[in-house]
T-cell receptor, first 113, second 114 residues
Framework: DTGVSQNPRHKITKRGQNVTFRCDPI?????LYWYRQTLGQGPEFLTY????????KSRLLSDRFSAERPKGSFSTLEIQRTEQGDSAMYLC???????????FGEGSWLTVV | AQSVTQLDSQVPVFEEAPVELRCNYSSSVSVYLFWYVQYPNQGLQLLLKYLSGSTLVESINGFEAEFNKSQTSFHLRKPSVHISDTAEYFCAVKGSSNTGKLIFGQGTTLQVKP
């Protein structure tokens, strides 16, 4: 059990570029979550997968955001045509079975310049 | 739907003093409650949780929290804080009838001064 792994940890991109973050959940965890956190705020829910099915999406997840979990294992979060307001830490978390505890990764920092 | 209110954005306290970080929640269904801690530039680490049973739950590093259903609160306490406890603390709630998302409060910055 290596915990939730996120890559890259830091990304600086120019406005208008596309970026992709990857999350590898704890082995055998069937639930995977993406959150966004800005400075001084609590994490805000973006989307949730159970296995490969995306079961819930926040209204925060605009058309420029897309998340996938193609084989029910790792997940990717892509942001197209980045804007300065997208600058934040993107957190991935996973949970398993009927358990109710969710474990977070170290986060991926995005800076849009 | 659930919501969480953390009543204090910052709590300054001297080392070895007691501390309480306040958390109130709102929900129309039964809930599970969590406290997470976040150190600078890091992800969230689970500190403690209430799922069922005893309303007083404890962490391995001396924190405790008590679930109070009538007051819809889940305050976090520690009788004697250390410099190393300086961090951001987040209270979170999840509906007990599903395996869905956590809803977080805005966070409380605990600043422990020597």
């Amino acid at each position: 059990d290596t915990g939730v792994s996120q890559n890259p940890r830091h990304k600086i991109t120019k406005r208008g570029q596309n970026v992709t973050f990857r999350c590898d959940p704890i082995s055998e965890h069937n639930r995977l979550y993406w959150y966004r956190q800005t400075l001084g705020q609590g994490p805000e829910f973006l989307t949730y997968f159970q296995n490969e099915a995306q079961l819930e999406k926040s209204r925060l997840l605009s058309d420029r955001f897309s998340a996938e979990r193609p084989k029910g294992s790792f997940s990717t979060l892509e942001i197209q045509r980045t804007e300065q307001g997208d600058s934040a830490m993107y957190l991935c978390a996973s949970g398993g079975g009927t358990g109710n505890t969710i474990y977070f990764g170290e986060g991926s920092w995005l800076t849009v310049v | 739907a659930q919501s969480v209110t953390q009543l204090d954005s910052q709590v300054p306290v001297f080392e070895e003093a007691p501390v309480e970080l306040r958390c109130n929640y709102s929900s129309s269904v039964s809930v599970y409650l969590f406290w997470y801690v976040q150190y600078p530039n890091q992800g969230l680490q689970l500190l403690l949780k209430y799922l069922s049973g005893s309303t007083l739950v404890e962490s391995i590093n001396g924190f405790e929290a008590e679930f109070n259903k009538s007051q819809t609160s889940f305050h976090l306490r520690k009788p004697s804080v250390h410099i190393s406890d300086t961090a951001e603390y987040f209270c979170a709630v999840k509906g007990s009838s599903n395996t869905g998302k956590l809803i977080f409060g805005q966070g409380t910055t605990l600043q422990v001064k020597p």
